[in-house]
């Protein structure tokens, strides 16, 4: 156990933690750079992420009765555990990035409960194609974005996905819309050679009102039973 002090990374660069399976706890992250672990972690008193990128880096990390502040980047693969974090559903970015190995993969999102995330990015550090899906329903209270190059969100079927504010497109990126059930956002901007798919029998929800579509690339509503939703006043 690393003492009930404050262990805190302020480092411009990248910056990183090997915990040879020592507890700490309370860590701080308020460095301009990144913190990125090398080994498992495990926080007993308090994470608090107040600028850059914190990376879990293929690892992971348990924080069964610790508290999560994230006004900052929790960028993970996508294969790491998570124990016990509860979420911060007010601010902050999580950032899914893949492994990097060139092959294609998919990753499972993270389910934290009524609410998932604030803000939701899917990117791709591969220059192979990944596939980011999810089990259950998601909610994104803040904005959804996506950056490829190469990346598919795929929705598995029956499962709604809700975002409360935008969801971005950007190129070499495709969003599908999972088969029956709803894709909600406020509003929707696809971006140059981005593209989204409303699947079979799902339903794309535009809820803001003015020009909630927007961009200059491709939306594509040819399957069957398919509805895209204006209900913004």
């Known amino acids: 156990d690393m003492g009930s002090g404050v262990w805190t990374f302020d480092g411009a660069g990248t910056q990183t933690l090997n915990s040879n399976g020592t507890s700490?706890?309370?860590?701080?992250?308020?460095?301009?750079?990144?913190?990125?672990?090398?080994?498992?972690?495990?926080?007993?008193?308090?994470?608090?992420?107040s600028a850059g990128v914190f990376y879990l880096n293929g690892t992971g990390i348990t924080m069964t009765g610790a508290s999560f502040s994230n006004n900052a980047t929790f960028q993970l693969n996508g294969t790491e555990s998570i124990t016990g974090l509860v979420q911060d559903t007010n601010t902050g970015t999580w950032n899914y990035v893949g492994d990097g190995d060139g092959s294609f993969n998919t990753y499972l999102l993270k389910d934290f409960g009524a609410t998932d995330y604030f803000n939701l990015s899917l990117g791709n550090i591969a220059g192979v194609i990944d596939q980011f899906t999810n089990n259950t329903d998601m909610v994104v209270a803040g904005d959804l974005t996506l950056s490829g190059p190469d990346l598919?969100?795929?929705?598995?079927?029956?499962?709604?996905?809700?975002?409360?504010?935008?969801?971005?497109?950007?190129?070499?990126?495709?969003?599908?819309?999972?088969?029956?059930?709803?894709?909600?956002?406020?509003?929707?901007?696809?971006?140059?050679?981005?593209?989204?798919?409303?699947?079979?029998?799902?339903?794309?929800?535009?809820?803001?009102t003015g020009t909630p579509l927007s961009g200059v690339g491709t939306l594509t509503t040819s399957s069957a039973g398919n509805t895209v939703e204006y209900t913004g006043t």
């Not at 495709?174 to 956002?185: H, N, S, V």
């Open 152 to 208: 598919l969100m795929s929705q598995l079927g029956g499962n709604n996905f809700a975002v409360a504010g935008i969801t971005t497109v950007n190129a070499n990126s495709d969003l599908r819309t999972p088969q029956t059930a709803i894709f909600t956002t406020q509003s929707l901007v696809i971006n140059n050679i981005g593209s989204v798919n409303v699947y079979i029998n799902s339903t794309l929800r535009l809820t803001g």
């Open 24 to 49: 700490f706890i309370n860590i701080t992250h308020s460095g301009a750079g990144t913190l990125q672990l090398l080994s498992f972690l495990t926080v007993t008193g308090n994470l608090t992420l």
